[in-house]
């Protein structure tokens, strides 16, 4: 699949984009999961860190064009991504409908139910990386 805005992209710089972006939000999850595992008590940037998985989950999948994978350049990214691209956008798109519900719960201040959405949020984010990511070897 080509995206013509990133037709001029080289494929490394790609690469570096999505691992920048996916590397800020996981940032987002450990903040907030030391404030959910109540490590940390002030809850007052939650509804911040939410709205940022949000935003940024949205269209990350054509941050994926082919020539992106493993063969081309240096990515934790699974081949499966390419050979089985619906279900990752699938897989995306859950994790924002997970994301907006966080988001929401955030906004109205309620925390036993951020804490459950996070976890939810949590989950999207691991079957993604178990089916389409390579496990970190550190």
């Not at 992209?9 to 907030?32: E, F, G, L, W």
């Not at 709205?51 to 699974?78: E, H, V």
Request: hydrophobic share 45%; proline share 3%.
């Amino acid at each position: 699949m080509a995206i013509p805005a990133l037709a001029a992209d080289q494929a490394s710089d790609i690469v570096k984009y999505r691992q920048s972006v996916m590397k800020a939000m996981a940032a987002h999850m450990t903040a907030m999961s030391l404030v959910v595992k109540k490590q940390v008590s002030d809850r007052s940037q939650l509804a911040a860190h939410a709205a940022a998985i949000r935003d940024l989950s949205g269209g990350l999948p054509k941050f994926f064009p082919r020539g992106t994978g493993s063969d081309k350049t240096k990515t934790a990214a699974k081949n499966e991504i390419w050979q089985h691209f619906p279900e990752f956008e699938a897989d995306f798109a859950k994790l924002q409908r997970e994301g907006n519900s966080l988001a929401e719960a955030a906004k109205r201040g309620d925390a036993k139910a951020f804490d459950a959405q996070f976890e939810n949020v949590a989950n999207a984010c691991a079957a993604c990386h178990r089916t389409f990511r390579v496990k970190d070897s550190d």
